[in-house]
């Protein structure tokens, strides 16, 4: 079976790396699908976007990913991103409660991102 090293990296830290055979991820041109082999391509990812990964032992991965890049070599796939959170770690009451209660954008963006991680775990 083909696989990819993938490095998932925020500002602050490093969220996940391993290999996998699939990586999705949301970016402003749409959603792509990244396997072993694929050309070289740099996406833009959105605001409260969802990047799930599948990994060599058939474990899936799902973040929410608040903006930044994704970029994809033939081996190696890495999303830069501004912050990304597991959706094991997600708290999901806090981020209803942005959705209700924020006047900023990106704040309700990240919250919806974050549910929808969850939602897709």
């Known amino acids: 079976m083909a696989e990819m090293r993938v490095d998932i990296v925020a500002v602050e830290e490093r969220v996940w790396s391993g290999e996998a055979t699939l990586v999705t991820a949301q970016t402003t041109e749409g959603e792509i699908g990244v396997m072993p082999g694929h050309e070289p391509v740099l996406g833009q990812l959105v605001e409260g976007g969802v990047v799930s990964v599948k990994t060599v ?35 999901v009451e806090a981020a209803k409660s942005t959705l209700t209660e924020s006047q900023d954008e990106a704040a309700v963006a990240a919250a919806k991102g974050r549910l929808r991680a969850v939602e897709r775990a």
Do not use: C, N
């Open 57 to 91: 032992d058939g474990e899936r991965i799902v973040m929410a990913v608040d903006g930044g890049f994704l970029s994809v070599t033939a081996t190696t796939v890495t999303v830069l991103a501004e912050a990304a959170v597991l959706a094991e770690h997600i708290d």
